[in-house]
Every structure is written in C-alpha cells, then in structure tokens.
C-alpha cells in the first residue's frame, strides 16, 4: 500500500512538473538560505496574525449584518432589552450572546488584529535600526510602510462597524478632521457618510473596505514583499565570515519550513488564549451609536491613539492667538489640521522616504547586505528613539483623563506638561541615545584593543604589577570591528578658481551640513595597525595573526 501510495505521488509530481516546469522553482526556494536569528521572526509574527485574521474574519462575515436600518433589540441582553439600535448592532451581540463560539471568534479577530500591527510597528523598528532598509531594499521599505498604514486602516474599518458608542465617536472625530481640510474637507465628508454625519450608508461602505479592498491590498503588498525578501539575499547580522557577499543560514526546506510551521501555531495558540481569557471592546457595555451622549475614559485603539493624543495637545489658542482664521468665507481650523493631518503626515513622510534622506547624506550608494548594530550607527538610533519617544507622548496625552483619574494630578497641569515635553523630550531623547551609543563603541575599541578584563595581577620580576587582560576570539573580534568607517561629505569651494559660483553650491552645502550631523561625531573601527600596537608587548605572533584578521575584515 505504501508503495503504491509513494508512486502515485511521484507520478502525480512529475505530470505537474513536465507541464508547468515548477520543479526548478522548488528546488531554488527549497535551497534559499535564511540566517537564524530571533528577530526575523516578527515579520512571520504579523503574517501569521494576518492569516488569524482571514480565518476568524471569515467566520464573523458570515453572522455581521452591515446595515444602518434601525431596529428594536429582543435577545438575550437584559441591559440592551428595548433599545433601538442600527442592525449592525443588534447582529453584533446576536453574535456575541448567541452565536456558539462567536464571542471567542470576534475576541481572537480584535486581538490577531492588535498583534497584526504590534508585529508591524516592531518588525520596523528593527528594520530601521539594524539598517535592513538600505540597497537594494529601498522599495521593500515602501512596501513594508504601505503595510503598516494598511493595517491602520484595516483596523479603525474594522472597530468602526459595530456602530457602539465609542466607535461612533471616534468616527465623528474622523468627520471633523477630514472638514478640516481646506476648501475639499466638506465634499469629502458628504461623499464618505452620504451626507450629513451619521448618515446610513457608512457601516456597509466601511464593511466593503474592511473585507474586500483593504485585505486584497494587504494581500498583494504581502506578496510583493515575500517576492522581495526572495529575490534579495536575506541580511543578516555581523558575525565571524559574515559579508555583503554572501549568506549564512537554514535551508528554507527541511529546516526553516518545520520552525515556521511550528510558530505559526504557536502565534496562533496565543491569539486564542487572550481572546478566550482577556475580554475586549465590550460594545453591550457602550450600548448603541447616538450622536448626543460622548463617554468619558474612553480611546480608540492604541494604534490611532497618537492622533487622539494630538489632537487633545492642540491649543485652541496661545496666548491670544486664535488657531481658527476665516479667509474669503473658508474657515481655517489649524487647530484640527496641525495635530491631525499635517503632523501625521509630516510623521509618516518622513518615515517614508527616510532609506533616500540617509543613502543622500551618506553618499553610501553600495549594497548591504549584513546589519549594522545600533551603537555603529548612533545618529540613526538617535533619531529611531527620538521618533518612538514623540509616539508615545501623543499616546499618553490620549489618556490623560485616565492618568489623571488614575495618579489623582490636575487634567490641565498634565496637559501642559505633554505640550512642553512633545518639544524637549524627543530632542534630549536623541542626544542621550547618541551618548550612549558613542560611548559603547568606545568600549568596543577598548576591548579590541586590550581584551576582557580577568580580575587577575600579575607581578613581574622588576616588581612591576599588571592586570592580565584576556583576548577576545576571532567571532567576537569580528562582531566589534566589522562596520564602515564613513566621514562626513566635504562640499567643494562654492567659488572656483575664476570666482563663477559652481552649480547647486547650495545643496551641497547642505548636504554637508547634513553629513556632519551624522558624521561628524564617530568612532573609528580598530585598524590592524592599532591591534598590532596595542598587541605588541609579549604578544608578538598573536598580535601578526590579529593583524591579518582585521586585515581580512577591512577588505570585505
């Protein structure tokens, strides 16, 4: 029988790949090397979650109802009994209460959905940080950042067609801030909810987003990016024999498929338990959409929670200067506009088009491939903590009636203190992060150059008294030195030499302003010449191999 078996799946094999020629296409993926590290694993972490998000999405399609038609509520809710609510709310607790399995299944899509963006955001930030995002993988990084505001959108459609209360509010936030766009705000508020606020064709107009456009695209950037990932050789981090040519890893197929296979379902198994042990978005405790009540500690999701926090940060006013104008008949709300769609996007382009800003200040056009630690980059992780750090100020000031609530302060002294720290805390933020980045570099020159300190005296016979210093091995010595020496651009005379002003003179002193403020602070890698030096003393034939290795790494 099993004989049989196996050639009935050969047979099976070979007639597809005499037709289609696919053998050579598993046979080269099957062959793709992947460096093993633990990192990588969160971009698997939100693809993962995407895939919870198909299957349990799938399942709740099948009982929501994406329809504004009110309706009186009769199930199983005592709280809810009698209230007139939208159909979409009603199918939501018929859902939660009545449905076998339906509140674990819309449970587990909220929760696949916080981790899908989580995994995201991190999955960047390690990109970033590590300089994945170079050559050749400029594009990738735009793929990746269309996933990351793909996932937003996915999310507010998605916390959006309940209809509860606090969806609706964060919709009628969204309505005020698209009228705040000049001159075009109001047309696109009328042709988003039909009409005026609420409207009724919003929810099913969101449903169709949510299930139809948003994951299609989702899925196409998700394969674009997999396409990529392939198609350039994977980075990797420095290490002994690491270099931009070449890639040392795991087969895809035996050993990557079983390890991705295996925390797919452990993704999967954590995902189930928050949704079966944490509760979360209680719509019945919000009870339906009404335009007139606004509930108190209360925010949307934490992903949008930034825009919340802006916009509360905004002054209306300072110092008797009003941030609302009328100029020929238009109101100009730049209270709403600054914190809600010039700040963002100021945000978003920024990280966008970052790989083009530091490949054009560095001049650094080559490929890479291996990962640059953080301390060797120190302007770059300055600037990734400045960025997390005026995330997370706008997050807080979007919870600043809990904090207050909670740590018994005043709600306007909280506010101000935001409002002073949005300015001072980013940039402190960035020249500590520096510091401390120069600062480990220079401990990795003082080990290259004199080894790990053993706690051990020796005394020599003139009485001399010396610590004895171990050496580092060759992986770590790799791991300490294996990093560009870049210096920052020096522009050329903005005059030559028959006083003509040369051509984009500006720019390039610009540019090398620019590259000063990336530059003009480093470390220098150890040189073998240095090694050798320090090395010298007793240690004359270690000190000529070192010299020769560092030779190596400064060739590659």
């Known amino acids: ?142 793929v990746g950042f269309t996933l990351m505001i793909l996932s937003l959108a996915a999310g507010f459609t998605g916390y959006s067609l309940p209809d509860d209360v606090l969806s609706g509010n964060g919709l009628r936030i969204i309505d005020g801030v698209v009228k705040s766009i000049p001159i075009l705000g109001s047309y696109i508020s009328f ?140 109101t100009l709300t730049m209270n709403i506009l600054t914190p809600a769609v010039i700040i963002p996007g100021l945000f978003f382009g920024f990280l966008a088009l970052y790989p083009w800003i530091e490949a054009w200040a560095t001049g650094d056009r080559g490929e890479k491939h291996v990962l640059d630690r953080p301390r060797n980059a120190p302007t770059r992780t300055g600037i990734g903590v400045a960025l997390i750090s005026f995330y997370m100020i706008l997050a807080m000031e979007g919870s600043n009636d809990i904090i207050a609530n909670l740590f018994h302060l005043s709600l306007n002294d909280l506010t101000w203190t935001f409002r002073v720290a949005i300015f001072v805390v980013p940039p402190t933020a960035f020249w500590i992060t520096k510091r401390i980045a120069l600062g480990l570099q220079r401990k990795d020159r003082e080990l290259v150059l004199h080894g790990h300190e053993t706690g051990r005296i020796v005394r020599h016979e003139h009485g001399e008294y010396i610590e004895v210093h171990e050496p580092l091995d060759e992986q770590e010595r790799w791991l300490r030195v294996n990093f560009d020496n870049l210096t920052p651009f020096e522009a050329d005379p903005e005059y030559n030499e028959r006083g003509v002003r040369r051509p984009g003179a500006r720019w390039q002193r610009f540019k090398a302003r620019l590259s000063r403020f990336y530059f003009e602070d480093r470390i220098e890698p150890v040189t073998p010449a240095e090694y050798a030096a320090a090395q010298h003393h007793g240690h004359g034939e270690q000190a000529h191999e070192g010299e020769q290795e560092l030779a190596e790494v400064a060739k590659d």
């Open 191 to 330: 042709w988003l909810f039909g009409g005026e606020f609420p409207g009724e064709v919003l929810i099913p107009r969101l449903f169709t987003a949510h299930i139809l456009l948003v994951p299609g695209l989702i899925l196409a950037m998700v394969a674009l990016h997999l396409f990529l990932v392939f198609l350039h050789k994977h980075t990797q981090y420095p290490g002994g024999g690491r270099t931009h040519k070449n890639v040392v890893g795991l087969p895809l197929f035996p050993v990557y498929t079983a390890k991705a296979g295996g925390f797919f379902f452990v993704v999967f198994g954590i995902i189930a338990i928050l949704g079966a042990f944490f509760t979360i978005n209680p719509v019945w405790n919000y009870g339906p959409y009404d335009p007139s009540p606004v509930s108190a500690g209360t925010q949307p999701d934490w992903y949008i929670l930034f825009v919340d926090g802006a916009l509360r940060l905004m002054p209306g006013w300072l110092g008797g200067f009003p941030f609302e104008w009328t100029i020929f008949g238009y």
């Open 1 to 142: 029988m099993g004989a049989k078996l196996n050639k009935a799946a050969a047979g099976t094999a070979n007639y597809v790949d005499e037709r289609t020629g696919i053998g050579a296409l598993v046979k080269f993926f099957s062959r793709k090397l992947f460096p093993d590290h633990w990192s990588f694993m969160l971009g698997e972490i939100a693809l993962y979650s995407f895939i919870v998000l198909l299957i349990s999405g799938v399942f709740i399609t099948a009982y929501f109802e994406p329809s504004m038609t009110p309706v009186i509520y009769n199930g199983p809710l005592e709280t809810m009994q009698g209230v007139e609510m939208s159909k979409a709310f009603q199918s939501t607790l018929h859902m939660s209460f009545e449905v076998p399995g339906g509140l674990l299944m819309r449970q587990i899509h909220h929760w696949a959905a916080l981790m899908f963006t989580a995994a995201i955001l991190i999955h960047m930030a390690r990109v970033f940080f590590t300089g994945a995002f170079r050559k050749p993988r400029e594009i990738n990084w735009l």
